[in-house]
């Protein structure tokens, strides 16, 4: 078994550069996200949001419904869609009945799962429960 070798400073340096951009990008597309969502009449009752169960991009309500909104830029819907894997959507399906089940205002919401994708040069699409809770959850 080979021992792990540490990265060269200037590998380290490129590599800490790339996750700064990347950390700059997604908040960009979250607040992006939330103006979109706003237009669309939802109220931002959250970004980046810490649960026991795990973070939420987005957490957003209308008219009865909390949604737990994922944000991915990529280069289509689909790749954003394929991106999510089952034990995030678990996680935030879970993270989002914790915080409507410990919220008073939100106990008889209907909690769903929302993505919004964002790709250069495109409007964002936000797709609405894109992850039904089937039992299985698309497994």
């Not at 021992?3 to 700064?20: D, F, I, N, S, T």
């Not at 979250?30 to 669309?40: D, F, G, I, R, T």
């Not at 879970?94 to 994708?117: Q, S, T």
């Amino acid at each position: 078994m080979s021992a792990v070798r540490p990265l060269r400073p200037e590998r380290q340096a490129q590599k800490q550069a790339r996750g700064a951009a990347a950390r700059l990008s997604g908040r960009r597309a979250e607040v992006l996200a939330a103006l979109w969502l706003m237009a669309k009449g939802y109220r931002i009752l959250g970004f980046r949001l810490a649960t026991p169960l795990g973070e939420i991009d987005l957490l957003a309500q209308r008219r009865g419904v909390l949604a737990v909104v994922e944000v991915k830029s990529r280069t289509s819907l689909e790749a954003a869609l394929e991106a999510v894997t089952y034990e995030q959507r678990s996680r935030l399906r879970r993270a989002g009945a914790h915080i409507a089940a410990n919220r008073a205002g939100l106990r008889d919401a209907v909690v769903r799962l929302d993505l919004i994708a964002l790709a250069p040069g495109r409007r964002p699409r936000h797709l609405l429960n894109a992850w039904p809770n089937t039992g299985n959850d698309g497994q």
